[in-house]
């Protein structure tokens, strides 16, 4: 790519260059003098942009299994009719020996508790969702692939809500313009969607200005989500490790003091 773009650009550049040499040529010097003359010059312009593009192309047509390969495979998977989470380690490939086998790992959706890491930046703040096995160490990065980082923890909060509602098969799938071609494959929600008349196509068909103000709407939801005031259930019968016994009681309150506080220092915060 570049290197076309250099020898579609130096190209014109080195026959002006020479043209213009040749101009000034003397009466004892002739076209080919010159260009011995000026020809390092039009190859640093001209050829290398020009070898570039013609290497990359022979081995693209000819020799593409060498610099065109595919992807080790999936990461992880969230699969809603099984309720398990299953997520794929790769080891790392040896040359010459082929891909080795993937290790697979199966959990089911309720062990996995969400965590928000927060960290810092010459940004400022970030935070990114992670969902943790409670009892191993597993751990699916799936804010960075779905979420990215944000630079306020509400998107996450919200992000966990979605995932709860949608391995959720007693309710139906949250109202998401990606899943709605899937709904129907759902009996749970075929059954809500036609219970209340939503129409098969609704974001789809929406105009450009409704949708800007759904997604207006569901933002403001975002920003507006009270995660944070919820009472931890969990502390309520276990202790974490990093807990103090007042941690304890203001968690299981649902007082959000001590989870801000950890946020702001770069510690994660367990979500409920």
């Given at each position: 790519?570049?290197?076309?773009?250099f020898?579609?650009i130096?190209?014109?550049?080195?026959?002006?260059?020479?043209?213009?040499?040749?101009?000034?040529?003397?009466?004892?010097?002739?076209?080919?003098?010159?260009?011995?003359e000026?020809?390092?010059?039009?190859?640093?312009?001209?050829?290398?942009?020009?070898?570039?593009?013609?290497?990359?192309?022979?081995?693209?047509?000819?020799?593409?299994?060498?610099?065109?390969?595919?992807?080790r495979?999936?990461?992880?998977?969230?699969?809603?009719?099984?309720?398990?989470?299953?997520?794929?380690?790769?080891?790392?490939?040896?040359?010459?020996?082929?891909?080795?086998?993937?290790?697979?790992?199966?959990?089911?959706?309720?062990?996995?508790?969400?965590?928000?890491?927060?960290?810092?930046?010459?940004?400022?703040?970030?935070?990114?969702?992670?969902?943790?096995?409670?009892?191993?160490?597993?751990?699916?990065?799936?804010?960075?692939?779905?979420?990215?980082?944000?630079?306020?923890?509400?998107?996450?909060?919200?992000?966990w809500?979605?995932?709860?509602?949608?391995?959720?098969?007693?309710?139906?799938?949250?109202?998401?313009?990606?899943?709605?071609?899937?709904?129907?494959?759902?009996?749970?929600?075929?059954?809500?969607?036609?219970?209340?008349?939503?129409?098969?196509?609704?974001?789809?068909?929406?105009?450009?200005?409704?949708?800007?103000?759904?997604?207006?709407?569901m933002?403001?939801r975002?920003?507006?989500?009270?995660?944070?005031?919820?009472?931890?259930?969990?502390?309520?019968?276990?202790?974490?490790?990093?807990?103090?016994?007042?941690?304890?009681?203001?968690?299981?309150?649902?007082?959000?003091?001590?989870?801000?506080?950890?946020?702001?220092?770069?510690?994660?915060?367990?979500?409920?």
């Amino acid at each position: 790519m570049y290197g076309k773009g250099f020898f579609c650009i130096g190209l014109p550049v080195a026959l002006v260059m020479y043209l213009i040499g040749v101009s000034w040529v003397g009466p004892d010097e002739t076209w080919l003098t010159v260009l011995f003359e000026v020809w390092p010059v039009l190859f640093v312009i001209a050829g290398v942009p020009g070898l570039m593009w013609l290497s990359s192309t022979i081995v693209f047509k000819f020799f593409p299994r060498w610099c065109v390969k595919a992807g080790r495979g999936p990461e992880w998977e969230l699969n809603r009719r099984t309720g398990l989470v299953r997520v794929w380690r790769y080891r790392r490939t040896i040359p010459f020996l082929g891909r080795r086998k993937a290790t697979v790992i199966e959990a089911p959706f309720y062990e996995f508790d969400g965590w928000v890491a927060s960290g810092a930046t010459q940004y400022g703040p970030r935070f990114d969702f992670i969902l943790c096995h409670r009892y191993s160490k597993l751990e699916v990065h799936l804010g960075d692939v779905m979420l990215g980082w944000h630079h306020v923890s509400r998107p996450c909060y919200a992000f966990w809500d979605f995932l709860q509602n949608y391995m959720d098969v007693t309710r139906p799938l949250p109202e998401f313009p990606v899943l709605e071609p899937h709904r129907h494959k759902d009996p749970v929600t075929a059954e809500h969607d036609r219970k209340t008349g939503r129409p098969e196509r609704y974001w789809r068909d929406m105009d450009d200005a409704t949708f800007k103000q759904k997604e207006d709407e569901m933002y403001n939801r975002v920003l507006r989500i009270n995660t944070e005031q919820r009472p931890n259930l969990m502390a309520k019968k276990v202790r974490y490790a990093h807990m103090t016994p007042e941690d304890m009681l203001a968690y299981g309150r649902g007082r959000c003091d001590s989870r801000q506080s950890r946020a702001k220092s770069g510690e994660s915060v367990r979500l409920v």
